[in-house]
């Protein structure tokens, strides 16, 4: 079987249809799409054990939102408030409960630095709704944390979420995480909500421990973006684009396997995607709040 490297569930079932023929049914998986404040938004869902096996992803939803290509004031409006009315929808709960949101990645190397550049922009409350009641009661709490990697702190981003999770006891995890594509057109314009939780580092070849409910005990929603194409997934695709014919990534070897590419303007994508996950998590934890709100809030 040919392994193209994808963190993104409507790109695995777009390689199972590949290698499985137009005709046959994929068995054990849902798929729908609908239009949410002017974007595309498409639904995944692996139902069971079959719909595993033929995406290899845990039984779960994933939301794929296709972005605007243009970032102004009302696309930027408009991507908040499509990301946060699924992500209200995956929380699914009375809007009350205590939050964690960790940002995942190494905040030095810009492609991986999404987790951290959005808790810059994610409203911390929960500790002014334990010390200031009288102005902040009506808030949820949300506290947050900045993982890291393995390299920088000799801890397991999975050992301090579940750590942090004993003490502060929250009721869901919100993870951000860069991603992997098998597609440069995907790179940056597309966000991923997972109710499944996260393995770091899949997409490119280096797992990590898994973020989970199985491995913390509360659910776990992952958020994140395609920053980089395995070169190997890369040339194979664009190979089968130009009709030379298909291949197997790891036929290029270590060129293949050692080498990402990235957009060369990472830098603004990368603040310009942050703020829109800082944002929608605000507005869909948060009730009646505005982007004006948090833009107050935050400043």
């Not at 190979?239 to 990534?249: F, H, W």
């Amino acid at each position: 079987m040919i392994i193209k490297r994808t963190d993104l569930a409507v790109e695995a079932k777009e390689i199972w249809r590949e290698s499985a023929g137009e005709t046959t049914q994929l068995m054990g998986v849902e798929a729908r799409e609908k239009q949410s404040f002017g974007l595309s938004v498409e639904t995944v869902k692996i139902l069971d054990e079959m719909g595993e096996q033929s995406l290899g992803k845990p039984k779960g939803t994933y939301i794929t939102i296709t972005l605007p290509e243009n970032h102004d004031e009302e696309q930027f409006t408009n991507a908040c408030l499509a990301l946060s009315a699924e992500l209200r929808e995956l929380i699914n709960d009375s809007g009350k409960e205590q939050i964690l949101v960790v940002g995942l990645g190494n905040r030095y190397i810009t492609p991986d630095n999404l987790g951290p550049n959005s808790l810059r922009h994610t409203m911390v409350t929960r500790h002014l709704v334990e010390k200031v009641k009288e102005y902040f009661g009506n808030f949820r709490p949300v506290s947050t944390l900045e993982a890291g990697v393995l390299a920088n702190t000799g801890v397991e981003s999975a050992e301090m979420v579940r750590a942090l999770c004993e003490k502060v006891r929250p009721a869901a995890v919100i993870v951000i995480d860069a991603l992997a594509s098998r597609r440069l057109s995907r790179v940056c314009t597309t966000i991923q909500l997972a109710d499944t939780g996260i393995v770091p580092g899949s997409g490119v070849g280096n797992s990590r421990a898994e973020i989970s409910q199985a491995t913390l005990g509360v659910p776990v929603i992952a958020i994140g973006v395609p920053t980089v194409v395995d070169a190997g997934t890369l040339a194979a695709d664009l190979m089968e684009s130009a009709g030379i014919g298909s291949a197997d990534p790891e036929k290029f070897g270590e060129f293949g396997g050692n080498l990402i590419v990235t957009p060369r303007d990472i830098d603004e994508k990368m603040g310009e995607l942050a703020k829109i996950i800082g944002y929608s998590i605000n507005l869909a934890l948060q009730d009646n709040m505005t982007i004006s709100d948090v833009t107050s809030f935050l400043s």
